[in-house]
């Protein structure tokens, strides 16, 4: 089956840079992103690493945690880490997972059931392994962002989503297109004019089921 938005994230246990982890464990009860590569020491993928690692202060502010995921063993991610700190000019934090079992990627829904590494693979064998996820504390998936290799990933926008899954989790709330946090947020269909007036105050009514309120602080 795979995977939709509100699955929970499929657990696994995997060998990463920072020891064996237990990916529920390790979430707890922040916000995630996992964010999968098929190769190490590949161009792209180098410069995707590298925002990541520019971007820490700000997952952390969110209360997020992030882990990399990449077709190659602890020995290599941990040599490659080196490229991406200097790259980027800040550490590389981050775990990054060993997944050359193909376990995760296949856990994922990003390689087929009967995929394997051949013998002097390229990135090619594992292109599909380009996606990234965005998970809650409560472990299911809130959003899928999937790239071809040569289309770096937008982590300015995975910044923007996260925040907007933020802003609107357990509450009657939506973002517009470009969003960006401090906008004003639609009022869910849910709850009547009326009552958007009571609880959040102004109710802007551009369409009677388009109509929008300032966020609560």
Known sequence: MALRINDIAPDFTADTTE??????????????????????????????????AQLADEWAKRNTKVMGVSVDTVEEHKKWKADISAYAGAPATFPIIDDTSLTVSKLYDMLPAEAYLPEGRTPANTAT?????????????????????????????????????????????????NWVPGEDVILALSVSTEDGKAKFGDVDVKLPYLRFVKKPE
């Open 19 to 52: 020891g064996k982890i237990s990916f529920h464990d390790w979430i707890g009860d922040n916000y995630a992103i996992l964010f999968s590569h098929p190769k190490d020491f590949t161009p792209v993928c180098t410069t995707e690493f590298g925002a990541v």
């Open 129 to 177: 392994v380009r996606t990234v996820f965005i998970i809650g504390p409560d472990k299911k998936i809130r959003l899928m962002m999937i790239y071809p290799m040569s289309v770096g990933r937008n982590f300015a926008e995975v910044l923007r989503a996260l925040d907007a899954i933020q802003a609107t989790d357990g509450v009657p709330f939506a973002t517009p297109a």
